[in-house]
């Protein structure tokens, strides 16, 4: 994985998550919303994006790290610059299960102003594939059938569709916070 | 001699017994919560700080309860961004510990519900300890966190 590093100056070495310099670059892919609209790439441009990969029949992590994403939506509201460009997609793996209507009503639990997406397999590993972020599925002996396994990262994209910040757990909301301002500051001024 | 074999077999019995406490007796549960499910999901995390307050060992076998069709300890395992599930088939904890399940590590796993988990209500848990004894746990159903 990518990580900051000494060289390109003392400030990005500091900022843990920073993926720093040459940030990878976004290409092409496609999901769905709740409302049946078409999420691509070009829904990220102009936007500061955390990607967070999940399913709604997760019990723990995807529950943890949405309520504390929110937090961090509510904490940026205090800084109006990053705000007014700023969204969360949480992409669903687990299709089969997750269609549009009951991903929608998942994500609005957390924060209605989150977007819920998802497609089939090909659909997902196609976004998936561009951050090395893995997921599969898990057999259970009881009645949840299966689990998903997945990355558990929140990944931070910039407006210029780069690939520039992993947020690793443990997930905290002033920590991600300041973090990302951090982050956002650093990358707007590198260019 | 009588009475000698007599203590000898006394003492081999004590120290046959395992070092395992075999009754709930010594174990109690502090800060249960469940974590309410967004209302489309059929899946609810449950969390808990359980002491040993015993000088052995004591094994939760299983935890059971008529608010789910299922009730699961699992943990997490991995590293750094590759964290996954994995049931815990039993929970052991040593004498004088304490045994934390906290949002992003160990935790219960409610697998559908029979009615809806809300915010406000407690559900009651039971612990089963190795003997078949066990204690009853109110969890507080709590919105968020």
Not at chain 1, 68 to 97: G, H
Not at chain 2, 84 to 95: E, Q
Request: with cysteine; hydrophobic share 40%; charged share 20%.
């Amino acid at each position: 994985m990518y990580i900051a590093s000494r060289g390109h100056n003392e400030s990005a070495y500091d900022l843990t998550g920073l993926l720093w310099p040459d940030p990878p670059s976004i290409g092409s892919f496609s999901l769905t919303n709740g409302d049946g609209d078409a999420v691509t790439e070009r829904n990220l441009h102009g936007r500061w994006t955390l990607i967070f990969f999940g399913f709604t029949n997760c019990p723990d992590i995807c529950p943890t790290t949405l309520a504390t994403l929110s937090q961090v939506y509510q904490r940026l509201q205090s800084n109006q610059d990053i705000f007014e460009k700023f969204q969360v997609l949480f992409v669903s793996v687990d299709p089969a299960r997750d269609d549009r209507e009951k991903l929608q009503s998942y994500v609005d639990y957390f924060n209605p102003n989150f977007i819920g997406a998802t497609a089939d397999d090909e659909g997902i590993k196609q976004l998936t594939g561009q951050f090395g972020v893995v997921y599969f599925k898990v057999k259970t002996t009881g009645p949840a059938d299966y689990n998903m396994n997945h990355t558990s990262s929140v990944l931070l994209i910039d407006p210029h569709l780069r690939f520039v910040g992993i947020f690793s757990q443990p997930h905290e909301a002033n920590d991600i916070t300041q973090r990302l301002v951090q982050i956002i500051s650093f990358v707007e001024d590198a260019g | 001699m009588i009475c000698c074999t007599r203590r000898w077999t006394t003492l081999s019995l004590i120290l046959m017994v395992p070092r395992t406490g075999l009754s709930c007796d010594t174990i109690e549960v502090l800060d249960a919560w469940i974590r309410e499910p967004p209302p489309v999901v059929s899946v609810a995390a449950g969390y808990f700080t359980l002491k040993n307050t015993g000088s052995k060992s004591v094994v939760i076998e299983r935890i059971e309860s008529s608010c789910c069709a299922e009730v699961a300890m699992h943990r997490v395992v991995g590293v750094r961004d590759q964290k996954h599930m994995a049931p815990m088939p039993k929970l052991l904890v040593p004498p004088n510990k304490i045994a934390s399940f906290t949002p992003g590590n160990a935790h219960l796993m409610l697998v559908s519900p029979t009615e809806p988990l809300l915010h406000g209500q407690n559900v009651e848990l039971s612990f089963i300890c190795s003997d078949g004894t066990s204690i009853q746990v109110d969890f507080a159903v709590v919105y968020g966190q």
